[in-house]
């Protein structure tokens, strides 16, 4: 009953595997939310086992959708009868289609997938999070900072990312701390699911063009997820934590 409880969004694959491990190895239980069964079956698999533990619970939730988020929490609820954090990380990518040319159902699909979800995550998890005083931790993107062309349903909803990150840490203080993280570019071929898994195909140019040196890794993120929902971070709320290598620092002119 001491373990600590963690749902991870979007859990089987990429950054959210690389969360949702990281917080296995620590000793907590990890609930992998995902809405790619194949994913989430072989990530499960993955972290199953442990003696005195829980294997590690698949549910396969689609975020966009109110009664998945609700059957995902109560499956939750009655499995552990307690959930310490929670990380929206399940998010779709931007389809590159020219405004002028972008159907409004994917732009619709992405808001839906990549902001109504953290809300509605964070609507229905808030009763069990009030009792543990537990964390939220949503994964931005540095996109809500800055753009590059045919982004605009991505970017919009990075951007509410913030928005609902900072407005949930005033409504749901000081029982629960939400923050946000906003990655760069991170580099995850080596965490998709087995059957899409694939070297980096990396330049050294990529990684120069960082400050930092390196292209972004998904345990960096991870890392950071660790620190704010450790003790050292009760102090910190309502804040968003750019991890790019410093990318969105960098002046660029054209030569």
Known sequence: ?????????????????????????DGWQVVIAEVDEEAGREAEAELAGGEGRLQAL???????????????????????????????????????????????AAWDRILGVNLRGP??????????????????????S????????????????????LALTHALAVSLGPDVRVNAISPGWIEVSEWKKSSQRAEPDL???????????????PEDIAEVCRFLTSDGASFITGQNFVVDGGMTIKMIYAE
């Open 142 to 161: 540095t996109r809500a900072l800055m753009s590059e062309p045919n982004t605009e349903p991505y970017s919009a909803s990075k951007g509410g990312v």
């Open 203 to 217: 330049r050294p140019i990529d990684h120069a063009q960082h400050p930092a040196g390196r292209v972004g890794r």
């Open 1 to 25: 009953m001491d373990t600590r409880v963690a749902i991870v969004t979007g859990g089987g694959q990429g950054i959210g595997r690389a969360i949702a491990k990281a917080f296995w190895e």
């Open 119 to 140: 809300f509605l995550m964070a609507k229905h998890a808030a009763p069990l999070l009030r009792k543990t005083r537990g964390c939220i931790v949503n994964i931005a």
């Open 58 to 104: 698949f549910v396969q939730t689609d975020v966009a959708d109110e009664s998945s988020v609700q059957s995902l929490i109560r499956q939750v609820d009655e499995a552990f009868s307690r959930l310490h954090l929670v990380v929206n990380n399940a998010g779709l990518g931007f389809p590159g289609v020219p405004v002028e040319e972008l159907p409004t």
